[in-house]
């Protein structure tokens, strides 16, 4: 089945260290993207992506970095530059710009 | 102000009731309009486009006024299944969306 894959689910780390997410999709899609959604807050635009190798930082890119090596993958790394980092991490890729965007299952990551 | 506003509810309806509801947005030169469907602590899931013209889908109707610059969303003959957050979604530049912060409904057997 084609979709979106995130992991981990469930992530906690110790205040000052970097953390990984990943993120891979299966759709041929060429566009991804970072959100983190906060309670209360729509999603927020972290970085994305819309072809591979190319990357450009959306709304609250300060404290976050990608990589765009491959099409199918799109991992973002939370540094300990990010002043509040704990939330509800969402990916998501497309197929156009016209079209909407299909989300991953998502990470929460609480910073201890 | 926000680039995309909802009220919040929550909208607490029966079954078998309508409920609607709408979302304004700040940039006229929006191009794109979606609603999402969000449950608890779960990834948002696109419920349906929404075209200049309206659009229906099943129980479903999107409406857009571009003059008054606001979407709206009604549901008829709710279902106990359609209890979530619906978020309101905008394209206004390349591939970028903004999004409401949502709003909840819950539905009431």
């Known amino acids: 089945d084609g979709g979106i894959t995130q992991s981990p689910k469930y992530l906690f780390r110790k205040e000052g260290q970097n953390v990984t997410l990943s993120c891979e999709q299966n759709l041929n899609h060429d566009a991804m993207y970072w959100y983190r959604q906060d309670p209360g807050q729509g999603l927020r635009l972290i970085y994305y992506s819309q072809i591979v190798n190319d990357f450009q930082k959306g709304d609250i890119a300060e404290g976050y970095s990608v990589s765009r090596e491959k099409k199918e993958s799109f991992p973002l790394t939370v540094t300990s530059a990010q002043k509040n980092p704990t939330a509800f991490y969402l990916c998501a890729s497309s197929i156009d710009k016209g079209r909407g965007q299909f989300f991953g299952p998502g990470t929460r990551l609480t910073v201890l | 102000r926000k680039e995309v506003e909802q009220d919040p509810g929550p909208f607490n309806v029966p079954e078998g009731a309508t409920v609607a509801f709408n979302c304004t947005y700040s940039n006229s030169a929006s191009q794109s309009f979606f609603w999402y469907r969000q449950d608890c602590r779960k990834e948002p899931k696109l419920l349906m486009s929404?075209?200049?013209s309206g659009n229906e889908d099943g129980r479903f109707t999107a409406q857009l006024n571009r003059a008054s610059q606001y979407i709206s969303l009604l549901i008829r003959d709710s279902k106990l299944s359609d209890s979530a957050t619906y978020l309101c979604?905008?394209?206004?530049?390349?591939?970028?969306?903004?999004f409401g912060a949502g709003t909840t409904v819950t539905v009431r057997a």
């Open positions: 929404v075209y200049s």
């Open positions: 979604v905008v394209r206004y530049n390349d591939y970028k969306l903004s």
